[in-house]
Every structure is written in C-alpha cells, then in structure tokens.
C-alpha cells in the first residue's frame, strides 16, 4: 500500500476539496489534517486519536479507513497491552499443567522413602508391645482368687456449703459494618458509528476497542472507576444511573467513579 499521508492528499485533491471544507465535513482541526497528510504523528495527541482521525477522514474521501487503520497499525504501533498479557497467562498455564503432572510422583516417592518405612515399622512394634502387656496383666488379675474387701468405715461429718457467685462474662459479637466498596456504572448506546474503548481503573480492557454502529448493544459496566475513549460523541451515555450528555463531535476521553463523570486531558491507560 502506498504512503498513508500521500493517499489521503491524493485522494483530497482528486476531488478538488480544500482543507478547510474537510474541517468542517468531519469536526477534525485543519492542522490535524496537515498532520495526518504529512505523517506528522508526533503532532497529533495519540493512537486512538490517530485511528479515529484516519476513519473520519478516510470515509469521507470515499476510501477504505480500515485499510488505513491496518497500515498505521503495522507500521507505527506496538503489540497492544492486552496481547502481551494473554501470552503470559498461557505461559503460567503451562507451569501449572506442568506442576499437577509432578505432583503424583512427589507424594509417591515421600511415600516410599527410608524414613517412612522406619517410622511405620516403629508404630507396629509399639502397638504389639502393648496388646501383649495388656494379655499379661489380665492373666495375673484372674489368678488372685477371692480378694478381702476391707470394711467400710462410714464418717459423718458436718457440711459446710459456701455458695461463690462468679460474676457472668458478657460476650459481645462485633458486627462489621463496613459499607461495601461502591462501584460506578456505564451504559452506552451508539447512535452512529463511533469507536470506543473502555478500561478499569488499572488499565485492563472491559470490551473490546472497535468501531461500534448505531443501536449495537454494548454490555452494562461496572466498576470501581471506568475510563472510556470514543471517537466520536454519537454516543447516549448513562453514567450511574443519570444520563450524560455528549457534545462536540470530537474524539472525547472520560473518567467515570460513583461520585460523577470527569473529562480527561490525555488518553487513559489501556486504550492508547
């Protein structure tokens, strides 16, 4: 594929549109454009911007902004974060799959050790020493014959009851009240194609980063703290329960907590 700046400036100039008309076609600043024309990345406020922009840009010169999108990708981008996570969970996979095959061979050879067989034949020796003492003292028992009970002596004495009151202890059960931590909600529902992305507070995607079309279902959230990127604001949101509105058109990043819904300067970890 040829240079992603030259194919939209070709594209542009083929159809005789100047700079100014695509600003106001798609919401994107003029010198975003130039940017995105010159290849200039470094000019423009990060990836996800770089991708919606391509989208925006690209369909509005009648091109295929996916093809654009992939090209920018294996050109500029590294692995996303969530790859690099998948590929060491399957590496722990294997050490734990690893782990249960050992597992019998090690209770086995605790089993047969030296040291087990000692203690096991000790225990049998004891226990036949004592069946054998315990025969013994029966047998000497039941040769004694008849054997004099010495009389009982019978002793009155005056009793003496002293009654003690103890003092009754008192257990109190403590009851943890401790509210539960409480959770932000997200709902949203496209209205036109828009791409989102959503993350928690540490940075792991919640759904997947796309473009999502008008009246696409996308799951309810929850979550200590929820950042959210969107292309666009072709979006109806609802944030705890309240709706949000959206305005401006342009690529829009949030921060989403129980007390409210907070506007963010940089693009949030895990959405970059």
């Not at 722990?92 to 019998?104: L, N, Q, V, Y």
């Not at 009982?152 to 003092?167: G, L, M």
């Not at 995607?205 to 009246?215: H, N, Q, R, S, V």
Request: proline fraction near 6%; glycine fraction near 6%.
């Amino acid at each position: 594929m040829a240079e992603i700046g030259s194919t939209l400036r070709e594209a542009r100039m083929r159809a005789r549109i100047d700079i100014s008309e695509v600003e106001a076609g798609t919401k994107i600043r003029a010198k975003y454009l130039r940017a995105l024309e010159n290849e200039e990345w470094d000019l423009l406020p990060g990836p996800v911007y770089v991708r919606s922009f391509l989208k925006t840009y690209g369909d509005y010169l009648g091109l295929d902004s996916r093809l654009l999108i992939d090209e920018f990708k294996r050109r500029y981008e590294r692995p996303m974060e969530h790859e690099v996570m998948a590929m060491a969970s399957t590496a722990r996979e294997r050490e734990r799959h690893r782990d249960r095959h050992r597992s019998p061979n090690r209770i086995a050879g605790a089993l047969l050790s030296p040291r087990s067989v000692i203690v096991v034949a000790l225990v049998v020796i004891v226990v036949a020493l004592y069946v054998i003492g315990s025969q013994t003292g029966g047998s000497n028992n039941s040769g004694n014959g008849n054997v004099a009970t010495p009389p009982t002596t019978t002793t009155h004495h005056s009793t003496q009851t002293n009654t003690i009151t103890r003092p009754q202890t008192t257990t109190t059960k403590t009851t943890n009240t401790t509210p539960p931590p409480t959770k932000a909600t997200l709902s949203l529902v496209p209205t036109d194609t828009v791409w989102i992305c959503v993350a928690n507070q540490a940075g792991t995607p919640l759904i997947t980063a796309k473009d999502y079309t008008a009246g696409e279902t996308i799951p309810t959230l929850s979550a200590k703290a929820l950042l959210i990127t969107m292309g666009n604001t072709s979006v109806t949101m609802t944030a705890n329960g309240k709706a949000y509105p959206l305005s401006g058109g342009n690529v829009t990043s949030l921060k989403v907590t129980d007390r409210g819904v907070t506007t963010l300067t940089t693009t949030p970890k895990g959405c970059d």
